[in-house]
T-cell receptor, first 110, second 115 residues
């Protein structure tokens, strides 16, 4: 069945470093893909999405490109800040529901 | 956007008891989703609650264990029945921003610990 695989965390980086969080998926067809973020003490919120192949989603300096050839949707940011410390979830849409990755905890040190 | 309020935000419960979690949305929505997030794990959909009909449960979840009510378009409850330590989780209520968008709004969750 459909599934999402994320790189294991925690990922620890220094402020202003380049970030990549890997996400690959297995699915029938070309589902919409999402990144959600959960900041400490807050609820999950949508970070960005892409609905078709080669689409690039972007928000708050984060980007992810829908790559059907590699079935990937890696999250990137050029220069991270301490405030980006959070848990990041990759997900795909199947019918009426989302299939979620395990989440990757990101820790940014000043 | 939608603002979702859940309560309780956390609770410690005794084995064998039941607890009802409430979810209130600030706008009318067709579907409400209940998720479980076990410690260190991803989200798993428990059921989808539609107003005026029975909830639709995902594989591995049954109505006797997780009864759901959906009395109107802004409110739902999830009950965790006859709890055991394995039910210790965060339970999340969510709604979709628009039909078939996949863009979900979440409450802050209800963290249950079962002793």
């Amino acid at each position: 069945g459909d599934s999402v695989t994320q790189m294991e965390g925690p990922v620890t980086l220094s402020e202003e470093a380049f970030l990549t969080i890997n996400c690959t998926y297995t699915a029938t067809g070309y589902p919409s893909l999402f990144w959600y973020v959960q900041y400490p003490g807050e609820g999950l919120q949508l970070l960005l999405k892409a609905t078709k192949a080669d689409d690039k989603g972007s928000n708050k300096g984060f980007e992810a490109t829908y790559r059907k050839e590699t079935t990937s949707f890696h999250l990137e940011k050029g220069s991270v800040q301490v405030s980006d410390s959070a848990v990041y979830f990759c997900a795909l849409r199947r019918a009426y529901q989302l299939i979620w990755g395990a989440g990757t905890k990101l820790i940014i040190k000043p | 956007s939608a603002v979702i309020s859940q309560k309780p935000s956390r609770d410690i419960c005794q084995r064998g008891t039941s607890l009802t979690i409430q979810c209130q949305v600030d706008s009318q929505v067709t579907m409400m989703f209940w998720y479980r997030q076990q410690p260190g794990q991803s989200l798993t959909l428990i059921a989808t609650a539609n107003q005026g009909s029975e909830a639709t449960y995902e594989s591995g979840f049954v109505i006797d264990k997780f009864p759901i009510s959906r009395p109107n378009l802004t409110f739902s409850t999830l009950t965790v029945s006859n709890m055991s330590p394995e039910d210790s989780s965060i339970y999340l209520c969510s709604v979709e921003s628009g039909a078939n968008t996949g863009e979900l709004f979440f409450g802050e969750g209800s963290r249950l610990t079962v002793l």
